[in-house]
């Protein structure tokens, strides 16, 4: 399959970037730079998309980032599906361990959980990328890095006809999974936390007639730790352990999935058998994220146990850090070494979700009855106390691109807009400078007013007028709330709707000079 609007020659030819990787984190960078007109040509082995089931859960930021791109979880209902109940963990006994609050509208405006079908949602990113007419799309192809001077230069096979492409590009992303050739050809090591277990993974289309308990759960049972959850419209996901004593042939089998499904009430008679694969959760994250104009995303660059549900949300994350700072340098509008941070702002909230993870699976995977039995009894004691259970890190940024008090996710909410209501994402997009009054625009210095209209910086006030200020009508006070939490009248918000900062009104202008100084100044040959 191949966008045929900017299709590459038998001869040398340029991109802004090139993307290894047709799976989700691929695709939304290459739609969020393509969209911003950047000629972005992504590559992959595979002739077509992955068929079956692998994520099934997202959380209310994953779902801003599918906004932004137009697939909005209230426009696609068939893909994805909000989850508002209890998380439960519970022990052979059916005894609750721990319950996790998985329900209700998170700060981004939507559900804090949902499951979803990852094909159908990756067709339907597959159908945005294929609109973009700057981006071109191969399949079947293999690339190899062979050169990475003031350009990268790849060769590109394609593994059905042997015809070869010698491509450039100004950088090259890696979002090839878990065994990167991008990351190895690179050289950069992998961190591994030494964090294995092996587990069944099957994916169940039911009979709609069959009735299951509605709450997502984990049996921590050392006969077989288990998982039970949703696994997006219409369909269901079990997870099973391998024991000790299993091999993992020996687990990997039709007739086996059938034999663990068995007790649920699931028969081929009733029930479509979608899949079933070994998976090792695993842990760790590659040692560095770019070097000179490589770089990596999504499993390319970490790993985690999914017992959080963010493996796949912590990619997307990564691209919605990476695709603004690589557009402001690939226009001219920043420096190069803003590209640095991208490693320095993920990783450090990257280790939090592994080591919640990893704290997750090590309740669960327990085989031994003396140490299931201690777990048992600590957990239930707990709960029965009230301790609220652990809750997943907040999505806040490590040291980079933004102030001391900067670095945390945005919220957004319903402003009214032509007579009706809307989501802010869906009016505004970009770097923010949110007001709480329009007249305190009259304090921004016209230096630092000069340095927003350089870095395209849109000014949105909560009240008051201003002729350069847009000023939005809250429905809920949401904004107004925030901005009191922070004790500031103003914030800057990046395009990947996390704070540079926040200031008093009187401090705007050096909130604003900063965010131009630290974008920095880039070279001549960029702007040119």
Same mark, same amino acid.
């Given at each position: 399959?191949?966008?045929?609007?900017?299709?590459?020659?038998?001869?040398?030819?340029?991109?802004?970037?090139?993307? =290894?990787?047709?799976?989700?984190?691929?695709?939304?960078? /290459?739609?969020?730079?393509?969209?911003?007109?950047?000629?972005?040509?992504?590559?992959?082995?595979?002739t077509?998309g992955y068929?079956?089931?692998?994520?099934?859960t997202?959380?209310?930021?994953?779902?801003?980032?599918?906004?932004?791109?137009?697939?909005?979880?209230?426009?696609?209902?068939?893909?994805?599906?909000?989850?508002?109940?209890?998380?439960?963990?519970?022990?052979?006994?059916?005894?609750?361990?721990?319950e996790?609050?998985?329900?209700?509208?998170?700060?981004?405006?939507?559900?804090?959980?949902?499951?979803?079908?990852?094909?159908?949602?990756?067709?339907?990113?597959e159908? =945005?990328l294929?609109a973009?007419?700057?981006?071109t799309?191969?399949?079947?192809?293999?690339?190899?890095?062979?050169?990475?001077?003031?350009?990268?230069s790849?060769?590109l096979?394609?593994?059905?006809? /042997?015809?070869?492409?010698?491509?450039?590009s100004?950088?090259?992303?890696?979002?090839?999974g878990?065994?990167?050739?991008?990351?190895?050809? /690179?050289?950069?090591?992998?961190?591994?936390?030494?964090?294995f277990?092996?587990?069944?993974?099957?994916?169940?289309?039911?009979?709609?007639?069959?009735?299951?308990?509605? =709450?997502?759960?984990?049996t921590?049972d050392?006969?077989?730790?288990?998982t039970?959850?949703?696994?997006?419209?219409?369909?269901?996901?079990?997870?099973?352990?391998?024991l000790?004593?299993?091999?993992?042939?020996?687990?990997?089998?039709?007739?086996?999935?059938?034999?663990?499904?068995?007790?649920?009430?699931?028969?081929?008679?009733?029930?479509?058998?979608?899949?079933?694969?070994v998976?090792?959760?695993?842990?760790?994250?590659?040692?560095?994220?770019?070097?000179?104009?490589?770089?990596?995303?999504?499993?390319?660059?970490?790993?985690?146990?999914?017992?959080?549900?963010?493996?796949?949300?912590?990619?997307?994350?990564d691209?919605?850090?990476?695709?603004?700072?690589?557009?402001?340098?690939?226009?001219?509008?920043?420096?190069?070494?803003i590209?640095?941070?991208?490693?320095?702002?993920r990783?450090t909230?990257i280790?939090?979700?592994?080591?919640?993870?990893i704290?997750?699976?090590?309740?669960?995977?327990?085989?031994?009855?003396?140490?299931?039995?201690?777990?048992?009894?600590?957990m239930?004691?707990?709960?029965?106390?009230?301790?609220a259970?652990?809750?997943?890190?907040?999505?806040?940024?490590?040291?980079?691109?933004?102030?001391?008090?900067?670095?945390?996710l945005?919220?957004?909410?319903?402003?009214?807009?032509?007579?009706?209501?809307?989501r802010?994402?869906?009016l505004?997009?970009?770097?923010?400078?949110?007001?709480?009054?329009?007249?305190?625009?009259?304090?921004?210095?016209?230096?630092?007013?000069?340095?927003?209209?350089?870095?395209?910086?849109?000014?949105?006030?909560?009240?008051?007028?201003?002729?350069?200020?847009?000023?939005?009508?809250?429905?809920?006070?949401?904004?107004?709330?925030w901005?009191?939490?922070?004790?500031?009248?103003?914030?800057?918000?990046?395009?990947?709707?996390?704070?540079?900062?926040?200031?008093?009104?009187?401090?705007?202008?050096?909130?604003?000079?900063?965010?131009?100084?630290?974008?920095?100044?880039?070279?001549?040959?960029?702007?040119?």
């Amino acid at each position: 399959m191949s966008n045929e609007a900017t299709p590459p020659t038998a001869a040398t030819d340029n991109y802004d970037v090139m993307i =290894v990787g047709l799976g989700p984190v691929g695709k939304l960078l /290459a739609i969020q730079l393509g969209r911003a007109g950047h000629r972005v040509l992504i590559a992959d082995r595979k002739t077509e998309g992955y068929p079956l089931p692998r994520a099934v859960t997202h959380d209310f930021e994953f779902a801003r980032i599918l906004q932004s791109i137009g697939l909005a979880p209230d426009t696609i209902p068939e893909i994805t599906e909000p989850y508002d109940d209890m998380y439960v963990w519970r022990n052979a006994d059916r005894e609750s361990l721990v319950e996790v609050d998985w329900s209700g509208i998170g700060s981004s405006g939507w559900y804090n959980t949902y499951f979803f079908s990852q094909p159908a949602l990756e067709d339907r990113m597959e159908a =945005v990328l294929l609109a973009l007419p700057t981006v071109t799309v191969l399949r079947g192809w293999s690339a190899e890095v062979i050169a990475d001077d003031d350009v990268v230069s790849t060769t590109l096979s394609n593994l059905a006809t /042997a015809e070869e492409l010698l491509v450039t590009s100004r950088y090259l992303v890696g979002a090839d999974g878990a065994n990167s050739t991008v990351r190895r050809w /690179a050289g950069i090591d992998w961190h591994d936390m030494g964090f294995f277990y092996d587990w069944l993974v099957v994916d169940v289309i039911p009979d709609p007639s069959l009735e299951f308990p509605h =709450v997502a759960i984990q049996t921590c049972d050392i006969a077989r730790p288990a998982t039970m959850v949703p696994g997006g419209p219409g369909r269901r996901r079990w997870e099973f352990m391998r024991l000790p004593h299993e091999t993992i042939e020996s687990l990997n089998k039709t007739e086996r999935a059938w034999e663990l499904l068995e007790p649920f009430g699931i028969r081929p008679e009733n029930s479509e058998l979608e899949r079933h694969s070994v998976y090792t959760f695993q842990a760790g994250w590659a040692t560095s994220w770019r070097k000179r104009h490589v770089l990596l995303a999504g499993d390319a660059a970490h790993l985690m146990p999914p017992f959080a549900g963010q493996g796949l949300g912590a990619g997307l994350r990564d691209v919605m850090n990476l695709f603004w700072k690589l557009g402001a340098v690939l226009d001219g509008h920043a420096a190069e070494s803003i590209l640095d941070t991208y490693e320095t702002e993920r990783l450090t909230h990257i280790r939090e979700f592994i080591d919640f993870s990893i704290s997750l699976g090590r309740v669960i995977c327990i085989t031994d009855p003396a140490e299931a039995a201690e777990r048992d009894e600590r957990m239930i004691a707990e709960l029965a106390k009230g301790h609220a259970p652990p809750a997943p890190p907040a999505p806040l940024l490590g040291p980079g691109l933004h102030l001391p008090d900067g670095g945390q996710l945005s919220p957004q909410a319903a402003i009214r807009f032509d007579g009706s209501t809307a989501r802010f994402d869906d009016l505004y997009s970009g770097s923010i400078l949110m007001l709480a009054q329009a007249e305190l625009f009259e304090l921004v210095t016209a230096e630092a007013t000069d340095a927003l209209r350089d870095r395209g910086v849109t000014v949105v006030a909560l009240s008051g007028e201003h002729p350069a200020v847009i000023t939005i009508g809250e429905v809920d006070g949401t904004y107004a709330a925030w901005l009191d939490q922070l004790n500031a009248e103003s914030v800057l918000i990046r395009p990947d709707f996390y704070t540079f900062g926040a200031s008093a009104g009187t401090e705007t202008s050096a909130m604003i000079l900063a965010f131009s100084n630290q974008l920095g100044v880039a070279s001549l040959e960029a702007r040119a």
